[in-house]
């Protein structure tokens, strides 16, 4: 059974940080690359992050410099630690393997006031 269980989010002032969490089912985990997506109102979801099994990362460019992306492989767990946050980083979060299942969680809601 597949499970992504995202947590984390909040609201926030610009220049903040907040720190998501996600638990994966241990099947979806292991040996894929897992990701960060966000989901603007009015917009397509896009990747912000990934990380491969053996903790290789990329951003997008969006992000670079301000987010972290980390996985704890004995937990099926990855996190994203968001700082210096802008107001056009609002959106839902949610985590995924990298290139997604057809599968999402509810995702954490990230609200950055300006």
């Known amino acids: 059974q597949v499970q992504l269980v995202e947590s984390g989010g909040g609201l926030v002032q610009a220049g903040g940080s907040l720190r998501l969490s996600c638990a994966a089912s241990r099947r979806l985990f292991t040996f894929n690359a897992m990701g960060w997506y966000r989901q603007a109102p009015g917009k397509q979801r896009e990747l912000v992050a990934s990380?491969?099994?053996?903790?290789?990362?990329d951003y997008a460019d969006s992000v670079k410099g301000r987010f972290t992306i980390s996985r704890d492989n004995a937990k099926s767990t990855v996190y994203l630690q968001m700082n210096s946050l802008k107001p056009e980083d609002t959106a839902v979060y949610y985590c995924n393997k990298d290139p997604p299942i057809d599968y999402w969680g509810q995702g954490t809601h990230v609200t950055v006031s300006s």
């Open positions: 990380i491969s099994p053996g903790s290789r990362y």
